[in-house]
């Protein structure tokens, strides 16, 4: 089982990027995949979900993002994408991806997440 997650960078304010996170040794849409963030010194920080296809494959998304990412799934390609746009400097964190199979009321913590991307920095600046 494994995570690859890419496609951070440095990018302006107001700009856009998009993260992959590639699966392999699994199918992408039977877990649970979500994405967090992190800033030297902090706690990792919940971003996004996605939820697994028995689920519904509903998509929730943290206060300080709703509106400006997106999250979404190919399962052809098994790979998950947040597309994240009108980026501010306070988006500035790695990002890594994590499959679980949380209940709804768990998504946001980190603990029931057994596999982790490792990680892909994006960095908000002009």
């Known amino acids: 089982v494994q995570l690859q997650a890419s496609g951070g960078g440095l990018v302006q304010p107001g700009g856009a990027l998009r993260l992959s996170c590639a699966a392999s040794g699994f199918t992408l849409d039977d877990y649970t995949i979500s994405w967090f963030r992190q800033v030297p010194g902090n706690e990792r920080e919940w971003v996004s979900t996605?939820?697994?296809?028995?689920?519904?494959?509903?998509?929730y998304y943290a206060d300080s993002v709703k509106g400006r990412f997106t999250l979404s799934r190919d399962t052809v390609k098994n790979t998950a994408y947040l597309q994240m746009t009108s980026l501010k400097p306070e988006d500035t964190a790695t990002y890594f991806c994590?499959?679980?199979?949380?209940?709804?009321?768990?998504?946001?913590?980190?603990?029931?997440?057994?596999?982790w991307g490792q990680g892909t920095l994006v960095t908000v600046s002009s």
């Open positions: 994590a499959r679980g199979r949380p209940p709804l009321g768990s998504i946001r913590d980190r603990a029931v997440y057994t596999y």
């Open positions: 996605i939820r697994n296809r028995g689920s519904g494959s509903r998509i």
